[in-house]
């Protein structure tokens, strides 16, 4: 009974939490990641996605070129904004064809 309420205490903590970004004020940030990049995006000083290689691929597949990191983040920004869903699948990554390489 004890772990059911510490679990109920953290889910509402955790959704808080969540309502307290502006989720109309993220940032991204691109960074060197081996022979490629990632991106974080920020909000409100906090880190709310970390993504060091390219969303659904293997992590030792990172961004050519930090152009693409922008773009694929613009997109996670852009979802964040509409409170959609953040993850991006591989088919939408394909759509945008992106340059990939390895780390």
Do not use: H, W
């Not at 969540?18 to 109309?24: G, I, N």
């Not at 691109?30 to 880190?47: A, E, H």
């Amino acid at each position: 009974m004890v772990g059911l309420l510490s679990l109920l205490f953290l889910f509402m903590f955790y959704t808080t939490s969540l309502r307290e970004y502006d989720r109309t004020d993220p940032e991204a940030v691109i960074f060197r990641n081996g022979n490629g990049y990632g991106y974080t995006i920020n909000v409100n000083g906090r880190v709310a996605v970390r993504q060091p290689s390219v969303p659904s691929y293997d992590p030792s597949i990172v961004f050519c070129d930090s152009m693409e990191a922008v773009r694929i983040s613009r997109l996670v920004i852009s979802r964040i904004r509409n409170e959609e869903q953040v993850p991006l699948s591989r088919s939408e990554i394909k759509k945008y064809d992106v340059a990939l390489c390895e780390k």
